[in-house]
């Protein structure tokens, strides 16, 4: 029952795709889809055309095809690239840092902050597991499912938490060193980052997260623009009408989630 009611109120595409919260994003979707009427128009054309045969009509349609495949398809490129950056971008602004900044400011000034912050890792990893950081990181990717490990990794991720607060607490120069320090350990480790700062997380923090997953769940809608539509006359013909026709009815986002261009029951559809 609750699959059922999940299912239900899946968003649509159009939902999803129109609520982007990106004014580039949006002009070049819009782009696509002009682009993808006109051609609509085209191919509903040549299926009505009488004079040309089956042939002629593989041919023309191929030729519609190509002239409109790269503007299309390089529009769904750019507004995925843009979409994946934004995710990307509101994640990184989603982690608290020192000083009411997050860790998408948290870039290594200079080579002695580089080293700074090598060392205090050193001494985080010494701490928290009681060797180098190489020695933890090894035994780590060794044995990932050993239960010693498992149980370490519970005591690592609360005393991470416990580093971090310290961060946070101390600020300046010392909090920044040592939040930065605490990213390399959890990228050393396979500990999740998020999962050691999120307590810390302001309103602001949040939002940027609730972004995070509006861009995220919109990446993995669009089409990718790098697939080649299929000639919906290639091949031997089963009739079939309707051949250029736009759908632009909601569909619920399930399997690829992607729109169908043109709704055929014998054709594949141009798009993915």
């Not at 006109?38 to 040309?52: F, K, M, P, T, W």
């Not at 009411?100 to 002695?112: L, N, P």
Request: aromatic share 6%; with cysteine.
């Amino acid at each position: 029952m609750s699959e059922n009611v999940a299912e239900a109120v899946q968003p649509t595409y159009e939902q999803i795709v129109g609520g982007i919260r990106h004014k580039g994003v949006q002009e070049l979707l819009q782009g696509a889809e002009v682009d993808q009427r006109a051609l609509s128009r085209e191919l509903e054309a040549v299926e009505a055309n009488e004079d040309l045969n089956d042939e002629a009509k593989e041919r023309r349609t191929q030729e519609l095809v190509e002239r409109f495949e790269p503007k299309i398809n390089g529009r769904y490129r750019e507004a995925k690239a843009k979409v994946e950056t934004s995710a990307e971008s509101s994640y990184k602004f989603s982690l608290p840092f020192p000083d009411g900044k997050t860790y998408a400011q948290a870039q290594v000034k200079d080579t002695a902050e580089m080293l700074a912050v090598q060392g205090e890792a050193e001494a985080i990893a010494k701490k928290i597991a009681g060797t180098s950081l190489q020695e933890a990181t090894k035994a780590v990717s060794q044995n990932p499912r050993d239960k010693g490990i498992r149980e370490a990794s519970n005591h690592t991720m609360q005393s991470l938490r416990e580093e971090f607060d310290l961060a946070m607490a101390a600020g300046g120069v010392e909090g920044r060193v040592r939040a930065m320090a605490i990213e390399r350990v959890c990228s050393q480790m396979g500990v999740d980052l998020e999962e050691v700062v999120a307590h810390r997380r302001t309103a602001v923090h949040r939002r940027a997260r609730e972004d995070y997953e509006h861009f995220s769940r919109a990446a993995g809608v669009l089409p990718s623009g790098k697939t080649s539509p299929a000639n919906p006359f290639g091949g031997k013909r089963q009739g079939g009408k309707a051949v250029g026709t736009y759908s632009s009815e909601s569909k619920p986002v399930m399997g690829n989630g992607r729109p169908r261009l043109f709704q055929k029951k014998q054709r594949k559809p141009l798009w993915k």
